[in-house]
């Protein structure tokens, strides 16, 4: 998922892996080394919904794209500023 994913498109892109990976959905016969890979690459996928879903996370996220939009308008300024001086 993109990092600007909101809630809702974190919940949905992990149903769809829970789907996918859950080792009890899957039909077929599985050797035990393939039952465990998936166990493993679903709890991943649980493990990082719960990190994305985290309301501290969420927080410093929201933090982190404001400074990162921050120094982005910054950077524009001065390359306006640069080019206005320059002129």
Known sequence: ????ASESDIKKAYR????KLHPDKQSGALTDAQREELDRRFHEVKDARS???DAEHAQAKKKYNANLESERLRHAEEQRREQTMSS
Do not use: C, K
């Not at 769809?16 to 789907?19: D, K, N, P, T, Y």
């Open 51 to 53: 990190f994305l879903l």
């Open 16 to 19: 769809s892996l829970a789907l």
């Open 1 to 4: 998922i993109q990092s600007t």
